[in-house]
């Protein structure tokens, strides 16, 4: 007798007129356009809003801790190269607790996609100021404005050697879906920082404010995703924000220089314990 295989899609719970709606958009799009099945992707989430993604989206997923999402989804990519890793955080779960496994993921060239949803607030709880809240900003934890500078996760991305940079908005569904492409294509490791409008908590950065201060860098005449000081310059800008692939250059993948044969990965490998010399060992421990 067949059992038919079925499964439950769940309608996501985040309020109306959340950016999310717009990266999930943008990610299933990509997923279509690339022709990847459902078993070749595995999509690692932290803790926030964003956590919930990957219980909407038909694929392989891990909800990791706080700010852990890198080193969750560097070993799946180790383990298994063939898989399209994408990881998504919120600017909190990336710019703050997650800042050192971030620099070092990116700086190694781990070949994984980072979609970073940044709403410039900590949005599932309640509003407090994130890295990436505006100076002077007014929220439930700066009664008297945000005294800390805010972070910008493309221009730290750069400097820590980057080598696939882009920004999107999430009002603009179609372009992010294209960047999101381009970085799921790249070799290397790809950071999509992604302009994302908390209606809830963020009254500020709303829809309305960002197509007031984005700027497309595929618009500006001369611009090249290849001249880093051209990507230095746009993200430089005091009064506009640069969207589009900011920066791009090859490098071999960290995967590529570390593993002997990426046509055999660690997850096809035999790795029965040797339970004789496992005690072995524990005894001497004892």
Known sequence: MKVKASYHRLDPTWCNGCGLFGVFDALKRAA????IEPEELVIVTGIGCHGRLNNYFRAY???GLHGRTMPVATGIKLVNPGLQV?????DGDAYSIGLGHFLHAL???????YIVVDNRIYALTQGQASPTTDFGMVTMSTPVGSKDYPIDGPSLALAAGGTFIARGFSGEVAHLASLIERGMKHDGFALIDVLSPCVTHNKLNSYDWYKKHILHVEEVPGYSPRAKAKAWEALNDPEKIAVGLIYEEDK???EELVLPDREKPIASLDLKVDVPRLGKIMDGFR
């Open 107 to 113: 700086r190694k060239n781990v070949g994984l996609t």
């Open 86 to 90: 994408v990881a998504v955080s919120g």
């Open 32 to 35: 279509v356009a690339l022709a």
């Open 252 to 254: 071999p993948s960290f």
């Open 61 to 63: 997923g891990f909800h």
